[in-house]
């Protein structure tokens, strides 16, 4: 059963520039959620789509955004790129919306110069 | 202060030693407790879950939760080189609510 996988793995972006990662999650998983990982910060939550519906949002500016498809694919855009967004960006998915069994991909390593 | 506290470490080990891994959190609305280990450059992988107090193993890992002092722990027992990770642990209040995330342990276990 293939895993969670997100594209590209990285990427280097200038300031001001946008950006947009996608997300397959595990077949049959519904659920799609979104982190910002940093060294200083830790695992902060984006959103959650579920049947292409955002269901959570956690508190990040109006410059993130997401959506999801049809197949569950999930896709997050960045818009107006700020040095602080240099993160690791994680899409975990999960049968439904709540599961606490969530499973992680390994992530896009975005770095904005 | 964060709703959920995790000492960063890192915590250095030699192999065979018994490992013990906290958290502590501020809200009494969790009541599911999961544990996840993340290798450098890859995702967190869910270890364990657990539901309210109590314990929980597998195999060499050890889940403990004691929701009156709001404290969980991991324990590691036999720890090897390959258990060298950063261990994050999340907590959620079930139905719809999303996972809160502590900062992760950064554990290396020496030969």
């Known amino acids: 059963k293939a895993g969670v996988t997100q594209t590209p793995r990285y990427l280097i972006k200038t300031r001001g520039q946008q950006v947009t990662l996608s997300c397959s999650p595990i077949?049959?998983?519904?659920?799609v959620s979104w982190y910002q990982q940093t060294p200083g910060q830790g695992l902060q939550f984006l959103f959650e789509?579920?049947?292409?519906?955002?269901?959570n949002k956690g508190n990040f500016p109006g410059r993130f955004s997401g959506r999801q498809f049809s197949n569950s694919r999930s896709e997050m855009n960045v818009s107006t790129l700020e040095l602080g967004d240099s993160a690791l960006y994680l899409c975990?998915?999960?049968?439904?919306?709540?599961?606490?069994?969530?499973?992680f991909g390994q992530g896009t390593r975005l770095t904005v110069v | 202060q964060k709703e959920v506290e995790q000492d960063p470490g890192p915590l250095s080990v030699p192999e065979g030693a018994i490992v013990s891994l906290n958290c502590t959190y501020s809200?009494?609305?969790?009541?599911?407790f999961m544990w996840y280990r993340q290798y450098s450059r890859k995702g967190p992988e869910l270890l364990m879950y657990?539901?309210?107090?109590g314990n929980k193993e597998d195999g060499r890992f050890t889940a403990q939760v004691d929701k009156s002092s709001k404290y969980i722990s991991l324990f590691i027992r036999d720890s090897q080189p390959s258990d060298s990770a950063t261990y994050l642990c999340?907590?959620?209040?079930?139905?719809?609510?999303?996972?809160?995330f502590g900062r992760g342990t950064s554990l290396i276990v020496h030969p």
């Open positions: 975990a998915s999960s049968l439904t919306t709540g599961d606490t069994e969530a499973f």
């Open positions: 077949s049959g998983h519904r659920s």
């Open positions: 789509y579920f049947s292409e519906t955002q269901r």
């Open positions: 809200n009494s609305a969790f009541q599911y």
């Open positions: 657990t539901y309210s107090s």
């Open positions: 999340a907590m959620s209040r079930g139905g719809s609510y999303i996972p809160t």
